[in-house]
């Protein structure tokens, strides 16, 4: 998420840091996969931008599902802190596949937080399965299958967002 800068962020706001590195995060993708292939099949993945593009290949990759669509978002529009606007929506195969509604079509995203994004693909695609790899309590209620949770004032560090770094030893003052 994208904040103003004169406010503090939400990752500022979530305080406790749990990074996740690229091992973690593709076993966690695993363990949701299992999940999903007792609930599935599906006809197709829709992953949401971008956050879900990774998580969406590797199941799509589990699942043996080669149609692979998005949902584009960006949830910052200048000084409209937290819009949420769909740049782009599926194709109108992926559509046709999901009967309109998006049954048997399934969604992928990296995490819900505040539950904004979740609810907007929703309104896209009420029937869809939505699969979100971690899930804070806000935004839980909205998923259908997760597989951590973690507490509200976490933030995630993604692998794809992060890179090794020195860390000065506990003792010294080290979180
Ligand atoms: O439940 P919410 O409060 O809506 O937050 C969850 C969304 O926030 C992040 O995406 P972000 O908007 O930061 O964009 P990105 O995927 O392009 O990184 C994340 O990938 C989810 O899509
Ligand atoms: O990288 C991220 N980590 C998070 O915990 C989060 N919550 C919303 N958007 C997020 N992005
Ligand atoms: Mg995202």
């Not at 869809?128 to 597989?147: E, N, Q, S």
Request: glycine content about 10%.
């Amino acid at each position: 998420m994208v904040e103003r800068n004169s406010e503090p962020s939400a990752q500022e706001r979530a305080g406790r840091p749990f990074p996740v590195s690229w091992d973690q995060f593709h076993r966690d993708c695993r363990a949701l996969t299992w999940r999903l292939n007792e609930v599935g099949p599906f006809h197709a993945v829709i992953a949401i931008t971008r956050g879900g593009l990774v998580p969406a290949a590797i199941v799509a990759r589990e699942l043996g599902l080669r149609i692979i669509d998005t949902v584009c978002v960006a949830s910052y529009d200048h000084d409209k802190q937290g819009d949420l606007k769909v740049l782009k929506g599926i194709s109108e195969q992926t559509a046709k596949l999901g009967g309109g509604t998006g049954k048997g079509l399934l969604i992928v995203d990296d995490l819900v937080d505040t539950g904004k994004t979740g609810r907007l693909v929703r309104q896209l695609l009420p029937d869809a399965h939505f699969a979100t790899v971690y899930a804070k309590p806000k935004g839980r209620p909205l998923v259908d299958t997760y597989i951590t949770e973690v507490s509200q004032d976490t933030w995630i560090y993604f692998p794809w967002d992060t890179a090794l770094s020195f860390q000065p030893p506990i003792r010294d003052g080290a979180a």
